[in-house]
């Protein structure tokens, strides 16, 4: 992993750093809001270490957890419903599992 002591990174940079194209980047700063890199006198794009961050929380979202792109916008917007949601389901297979147990006891 490079060392992020720089202030800002290139498009290809990031593309090297994150292990994606560029257009794959250029494509999340249209899907993702938040990802917007500045671009400097000559229009190139100039990521800061936020940038690069949030990127790499992107990569992770979209390749490393599949989740879908709405699932990590909400996922990067820090929903509380999702975490509400995530927690009631946990609850209903802590449950579920506990009932199968007690089945499985009560067969042996």
């Known amino acids: 992993m490079e060392n992020t002591a720089k202030l800002y990174y290139s498009i290809g940079e990031v593309s090297r750093i994150i292990g994606v194209e560029t257009y794959v980047l250029r494509y999340w700063e249209s899907e993702f809001p938040e990802l917007r890199p500045r671009k400097n006198s000559s229009g190139r794009r100039i990521y800061t270490n936020n940038d690069l961050n949030l990127a790499r929380q992107i990569y992770d979202l979209l ?37 199968l147990e007690n089945i499985a006891r009560q067969l042996t």
């Open 63 to 99: 390749r490393v957890k599949k989740y879908t792109l709405e699932g990590a916008r909400q996922a990067l917007d820090g929903d509380s419903g999702d975490t509400s949601k995530l927690s009631s389901e946990r609850q209903e297979l802590l449950n579920l599992r506990s009932f």
